[in-house]
T-cell receptor, first 115, second 110 residues
Framework: DTGVSQDPRHKITKRGQNVTFRCDPISEHNRLYWYRQTLGQGPEFLTYFQNEAQLEKSRLLSDRFSAERPKGSFSTLEIQRTEQGDSAMYLC???FGTGFTDTQYFGPGTRLTVL | RKEVEQDPGPFNVPEGATVAFNCTYSNSASQSFFWYRQDCRKEPKLLMSVYSSGNEDGRFTAQLNRASQYISLLIRDSKLSDSATYLCVVNLGNDYKLSFGAGTTVTVRA
C-alpha cells in the first residue's frame, strides 16, 4: 500500500497523559498536513509542512500540541497533558506540487479517546 | 460564521434517483473548490474538483456559482454505493490549507 499511513489507528489515554502520533506520507510528497475531525464535523486544519519546514499553524493548535517533520518525510504530532476535549480523529494528508490546487490525500486517521 | 456551510441532510433516496445539494462559502476570495467523499469512520477521499464552468464525472455533476458563493453537487442514477457523507471543501488560494464543511449525508436505499 503506497498511500498515507498513520500509527496508531486508535489510542485511548487518560487525561493528563502525553500521546504521540505518526504519519508517513506518500513517498516524495513534499507537503504534509494535520487535521482534526470531531463527530459530525468536517476536518479542521491544524498545521502543515513543506518538506521539513512548518509553515502554518492554526489557532486550534494550542501550546500543548507540537508537530515535527524532521527529515521532510514522516511527521509526528504530540499532545501533552491531554484533555477530554482532545478526543477526536487526527487525520494526516500529503500532497505533491507547487500549486494551491494540488490534491491532498488523506491517511486513515488516528482516533484518540481521552478518558 | 463558518467558512463553509452545508445542509447536513440526511438525504434518503431510492436507487436510481437524482439527488442534489449545495454548500455556501463565506470568503469571496476563495479560489479552489472540491467535493470529498467520506464513508463512515474512514478518511475523506477526493471525489472531484469544481471548476468555474462546471464539470461532470460520470454520474456526478458539480457547479460553482461565484456570484452567490455556492457550490452544488448532483448525483444521477444513485447507487447503493453512493451512500456516504459528502464534504464541501474550499481553498482560499493563498495557502494550502483546506476548509471543510460539516458534510451532507446521503443514504441510498434499495
Amino acid at each position: 500500500d503506497t498511500g498515507v499511513s498513520q500509527d496508531p489507528r486508535h489510542k485511548i489515554t487518560k487525561r493528563g497523559q502525553n500521546v504521540t502520533f505518526r504519519c508517513d506520507p506518500i513517498s516524495e510528497h513534499n507537503r504534509l498536513y494535520w487535521y482534526r475531525q470531531t463527530l459530525g464535523q468536517g476536518p479542521e486544519f491544524l498545521t502543515y509542512f513543506q518538506n521539513e519546514a512548518q509553515l502554518e499553524k492554526s489557532r486550534l493548535l494550542s501550546d500543548r500540541f507540537s508537530a515535527e517533520r524532521p527529515k521532510g518525510s514522516f511527521s509526528t504530532l504530540e499532545i501533552q497533558r491531554t484533555e477530554q476535549g482532545d478526543s477526536a480523529m487526527y487525520l494526516c494528508a500529503s500532497s505533491f506540487g507547487t500549486g494551491f490546487t494540488d490534491t491532498q490525500y488523506f491517511g486513515p486517521g488516528t482516533r484518540l479517546t481521552v478518558l | 460564521r463558518k467558512e463553509v456551510e452545508q445542509d447536513p441532510g440526511p438525504f434518503n433516496v431510492p436507487e436510481g434517483a437524482t439527488v442534489a445539494f449545495n454548500c455556501t462559502y463565506s470568503n469571496s476570495a476563495s479560489q479552489s473548490f472540491f467535493w470529498y467523499r467520506q464513508d463512515c469512520r474512514k478518511e475523506p477521499k477526493l471525489l472531484m474538483s469544481v471548476y468555474s464552468s462546471g464539470n461532470e464525472d460520470g454520474r456526478f455533476t458539480a457547479q460553482l456559482n461565484r456570484a452567490s458563493q455556492y457550490i452544488s453537487l448532483l448525483i444521477r442514477d444513485s447507487k447503493l454505493s453512493d451512500s456516504a457523507t459528502y464534504l464541501c471543501v474550499v481553498n482560499l488560494g493563498n495557502d494550502y490549507k483546506l476548509s471543510f464543511g460539516a458534510g451532507t449525508t446521503v443514504t441510498v436505499r434499495a
